[in-house]
């Protein structure tokens, strides 16, 4: 395991995961799977985006996606070494098509207060081949409001704190296919992100 840290809360971890790992991951988009689905969301337009069908609740029963979590949550116990307990509460993917975009958000959990709990985000760029020409790659804000990237790089991983805005950019209109992603958040019960910045008082 490689790991660079890009800026505060953003790491790219590399050869994390073994090619068996990724290879088996990776084959959950295949193009004959007909659990691909369409989901409309709303920010002042309609939008949509595509996942894999991961059955219910926000893990899914799908358990070449679950499987890893266990690993995972080792992974970012020895990077970060987290100030408070983790535990694994969602698995999301995400296929985004040439000339598509997605807009900031954030993974972190909501707190009945408002504010957001405190978490961590493990991204996996599960497309089989990229050049990264096509674009792709991962924005991440952090807490003075500078914008840091990681390139989109197949096998590669982006480990984040869940409370801060990001997106993936989408492939350029002329890409040959299709951007793939893979995100296990990790979060504490009740427990408010202290570097919250969105808190409304």
Not at 63 to 84: F, Q
Not at 125 to 132: N, V
Not at 173 to 193: C, E, F, K, N
Request: include cysteine; aromatic fraction near 12%.
């Amino acid at each position: 395991m490689e790991v660079t840290l890009i800026t505060k809360d953003m790491y790219r971890v590399r050869d994390f995961f073994t090619v068996d790992e990724v290879s088996g991951i990776m084959d959950e988009f295949s193009e004959y799977r007909p659990s691909v689905r369409k989901k409309e969301k709303s920010n002042n337009i309609i939008d949509y985006f595509e996942s894999l069908e991961k059955g219910p609740g926000e893990l899914g029963d799908n358990m070449a996606l679950i499987g890893p979590s266990v690993k995972i949550g080792l992974g970012i116990k020895k990077i970060v070494k987290p100030e408070h307990p983790i535990d694994f509460i969602r698995v999301n993917t995400n296929i985004m098509h040439p000339g598509q975009n997605s807009d900031f958000h954030h993974d972190a959990p909501r707190l009945e207060c408002g504010a957001m709990e405190y978490s961590w985000t493990f991204l996996l760029f599960a497309s089989p081949y990229w050049d990264t020409h096509w674009g792709g790659e991962f924005c991440m804000q952090d807490e003075v409001d500078d914008y840091h990237y990681c390139a989109y790089i197949p096998g590669d991983c982006v480990l984040f704190r869940g409370c801060r805005y990001h997106k993936g950019n989408g492939p350029i209109t002329t890409a040959p296919t299709s951007r793939h992603t893979v995100a296990w958040t990790y979060s504490s019960y009740g427990i408010l992100d202290e570097t919250d910045t969105s808190i409304n008082t």
